[in-house]
């Protein structure tokens, strides 16, 4: 078989070597325009777990790279005069040519034939090869010139970003933040040689211009990074190297092969799919896919199942790692967000920015570093005047919270669910044992269902009410259980389905019209949800919505008298409220409709009449939908401008959920998938947020917590079927503040030795479990 590769980086030269290895009769040739000692670039970086790959793959030069790389674990966060520092990280670096010089080396002992300064830009200067691999970097000519086939498309970010070098020594990977007048920048900087470091030097576009780098040539931006960076360079240079400002490009490609005929091109690398820098995992992506495409050629029978393995192999795994490299370089984005921060929890969110780190691996990793966090996080809830044990501080999830005058146990929070099993309105036996098992759980807030203001108003005939006194009467009697017999404090979410109501219960056919006995709906314009099925909703006239303010009103006053410590209105999800929000669902031309001040006017409206009659040392929070996932939805403007309007209007609390807007909404779900948008409230407007969604386990509720996203943290369908999450959340960090039913107390003492001693032996294999370092001592 004749194989062509277009490009010598890492991932042309890995794949060179591991087919010339299992295949010696190949006719193998790597065509590269540079010659063997160009390089751009400074050092590149691999984790001990990348090493195991490569070690597995190809002993040879695996044994010359460990031999030739620089080793550290350590990870400092230097911040305003501060470095914070964690350990166990275990990283090594080494010059980008020293490794190309290790590839190329292997591949002409093993035979492939290597031709220097050659460009090839076209799949037609190859005619000969059955296979072309193309791994010409994040530029490649040869996807742009098939871009019909390849269907890349880049997305290119904002921030400005340049690579540098210096002959600065340092002992750990640096974070090194630097403000000036100008304002934010960050050198992301490590030794990949003795004498030999890499700094990438990022900022934001408005900086980048403030400090005149868009006008500056090479020479006068070293010397301004320089005198920007002088105290961490130590009276070292910056040294360049084609240095150009640039924005990154995240690259992905619809189908990564190409088969025509006999001949067949593949992309591998940069070519094919780009993560960000500030993982660090461009050169090992390069290298993985080589490995990746190698191992289908070894596996299946033809060249074409091969490859078609590959592409769809392959995908999930690079997709996993350009997720991550987005959700870090996003925090990059913005970190003028997080600059007020604590330089301890500003360090944190740099540490666990792209969910792959949480809480407790980094505790694994730097135990003393997770205790310095933890008496901070503590510390300056105490200084709040709360509760709290300094001598023994607990994690962020077991700190008390305050709005008002309402203090919660903890910051797990229930999320409101509709048990759809009300019967006009009124809360029966499964409410009370449903709640009252949810708050003897532990939790130290539980919300009510979305309980409805009218019969109208309902989403289905199952839902709970709030419009008269047996309704009342029934809740009071789950406060009263819930308040007897456990701390947990109970919100209301109160609320009108709009456009989304008269339909069936949660089980039978969601959001679709009821199969008999419908009542007519309503909402901000006659837009029905799912066309030509759903009832056209009759559009609110101003008189309406006064009726419907009122109703409201009557429901928070009776939210007061059901025992009920907090209150939500539900301004969220499609329902009446957020049918004014979005531009979506909202096509009025009134005072109701177009800017977002006159498409908040009535939930606004809604708001602060209920603000009005509700205790004033109760607190009262708002859901909210903070993305629709659908074009043309509700903007980032937009969702500022609107939670700042709430805040001034006296909300204690925005809960940050997303989309049920519209059916052809299109969400990206993932761990925590709606943590950014709690984040972006909570730092950017200045007030408490809740998060919630696919959030399971209490190690990334003190992630979230930590790192200043959010100030509670809300998990639905793990408490369907755990009440006791947080109970046993408190048995596994041995946190012994936490109210235990006293029914339950010979369960707690169980629980927690056993919690101790199943903790003891999960750390000891997730110890065991760590990749070894590659160092060679
Ligand atoms: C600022 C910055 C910092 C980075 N830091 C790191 C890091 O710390 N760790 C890390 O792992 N990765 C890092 N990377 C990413 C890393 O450089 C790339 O992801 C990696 O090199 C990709 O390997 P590749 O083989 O796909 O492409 P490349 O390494 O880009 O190689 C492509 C090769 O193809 C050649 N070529 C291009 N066009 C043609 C043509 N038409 N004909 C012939 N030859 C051609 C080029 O000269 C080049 O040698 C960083 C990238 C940037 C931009
Ligand atoms: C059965 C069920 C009923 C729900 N009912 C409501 C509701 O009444 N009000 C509301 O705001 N959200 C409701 N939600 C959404 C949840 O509050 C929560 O936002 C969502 O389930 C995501 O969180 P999770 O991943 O922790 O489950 C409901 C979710 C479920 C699963």
Not at 36 to 57: C, E, H
Not at 467 to 477: L, P
Not at 662 to 678: E, K, T
Not at 736 to 755: H, I, K, S, T, V
């Amino acid at each position: 078989m004749k194989v062509s590769i277009v490009g010598g980086g890492p991932g042309g030269l890995y794949f060179a070597l591991l087919a010339q290895k299992a295949w010696p009769r190949w006719d193998i040739t790597v065509y590269e325009r540079n010659r063997p000692d160009d390089t751009f670039g400074f050092g590149v970086v691999f984790s001990d777990q990348t090493l195991d790959a490569f070690k597995a793959y190809d002993g040879p030069s695996y044994e010359m790279i460990r031999r030739r790389f620089a080793y550290w674990g350590d990870v400092d966060v230097v911040v305003k005069g501060r470095a914070l520092r964690s350990g166990g990280n275990g990283f090594c670096g080494c010059s980008r040519v020293a490794l190309l010089h290790i590839l190329h080396d292997r591949c002409r002992e093993l035979g492939v034939k290597l031709v220097f300064q050659k460009e090839i830009d076209s799949l037609d200067a190859l005619p000969a090869s059955d296979l072309t691999v193309v791994a010409d970097g994040i530029n490649s000519k040869i996807r742009e010139k098939y871009k019909t086939h390849f269907k890349p498309s880049v997305d290119l970010r904002p921030n400005k970003f340049v690579w540098l070098g210096s002959t600065r020594p340092l002992d750990a990977f640096k974070y090194f933040f630097r403000e000036a007048p100008e304002g934010i920048v960050l050198a992301h900087a490590y030794q990949y040689e003795e004498g030999r470091s890499t700094w990438i030097i990022e900022t934001d576009e408005q900086t980048w211009r403030n400090f005149g780098f868009d006008r500056m040539d090479e020479a006068a931006m070293l010397e301004t990074a320089e005198r920007l960076f002088a105290e961490e360079l130590d009276g070292h240079r910056f040294i360049a190297n084609r240095s150009l400002w640039r924005n990154f490009p995240t690259i992905t490609n619809e189908t990564w092969v190409k088969v025509e005929g006999k001949a067949a091109a593949v992309l591998v690398g940069d070519a094919k799919a780009t993560a960000h820098f500030s993982i660090g995992s461009g050169t090992k992506l390069a290298m993985e896919d080589a490995i990746s495409l190698f191992s289908s050629l070894q596996k299946e029978k033809t060249k074409e199942d091969a490859l078609r393995k590959y592409d769809t192999g392959r995908r999930e795994e690079v997709e996993k790692t350009q997720h991550a490299a987005n959700v870090s370089l996003a925090w990059f984005e913005h970190m003028r967000r997080y600059w007020d921060m604590d330089p301890l929890q500003f360090a944190f969110g740099v540490m666990s920015r792209s969910k792959q780190i949480t809480w407790e691996n980094l505790e694994l990793r730097d135990p003393q570093f997770i205790r310095e966090v933890r008496c901070w996080y503590a510390g300056k809830m105490k200084d709040q005047g709360l509760d709290i044990d300094l001598a023994n501080p607990p994690v962020p999830m077991f700190t008390p919270f305050r709005l008002r005058g309402m203090t919660v146990e903890n910051r797990v929070a229930v999320s409101a669910m509709d048990q759809y099993s009300a019967v006009e309105g009124v809360p029966g036996d499964w409410h009370l044992v449903h709640l009252g098992a949810r708050a003897t759980g532990g939790a130290g807030l539980v919300f009510v269902e979305m309980t409805c203001v009218s019969a109208d108003g309902r989403i289905t005939p199952g839902c709970t009410g709030l419009w008269n006194e047996t309704q009342r009467d029934a809740f009071r009697r789950i406060t009263d259980f819930c308040h007897a017999n456990s701390k947990a404090k109970l919100c209301l979410q109160i609320g009108h389905s709009g456009r989304k109501g008269s339909t069936q219960l949660g089980w039978e056919r969601m959001d679709h019209p009821l199969e008999k006995g419908n009542w007519p709906v309503v909402s901000a314009s006659p837009v029905p949800y799912h066309e030509g099925i759903s009832q056209t909703p009759r559009a609110l006239s101003p008189e309406d919505m006064k009726v419907i303010e009122l109703q409201f009103v009557k429901s928070t006053q009776l939210a007061d008298e059901a025992g009920f410590d907090m209150l939500e209105v539900h301004m969220a999800h499609g329902y009446l409220l957020a049918s004014f929000i979005s531009p979506l669902t909202n096509r009025r031309t009134d005072d109701y409709g177009g800017s977002i001040e006159n498409r908040m006017r009535f939930p606004l409206a809604v708001f602060s009449a209920c603000r009005k009659v509700f205790p004033k040392e109760k607190p009262m929070s708002v859901r909210i939908s903070a993305a629709d996932w659908a074009p043309g939805g509700l903007s980032g403007e937009d969702l500022l401008a609107l939670t700042n309007m709430l805040k001034e209007a006296g909300c204690d609390l925005i809960d940050c959920s997303t989309g049920q807007t519209v059916p052809q909404q299109r969400p990206v779900y993932g761990r925590m998938y709606q943590a950014p948008y709690a984040d972006w409230v909570r730092n950017e407007v200045g007030i408490a947020t809740m998060t919630v969604g696919a959030i399971t386990s209490a190690d990334q509720v003190n992630t979230l917590l930590a790192s200043g996203k959010a100030d509670l943290v809300a998990l639905g369908r793990p408490h369907l079927v755990n009440p006791y999450f947080t109970l046993q959340a408190a048995a596994w960090y041995q946190h012994e503040g936490q109210f235990w039913p006293p029914q339950y107390l010979p369960g707690r003492d169980q629980a927690l030795r056993n919690a101790q001693r199943e903790r003891a032996e999960l750390t000891e294999l997730r110890l065991r479990a760590r990749p070894a370092s590659h160092e060679v001592k």
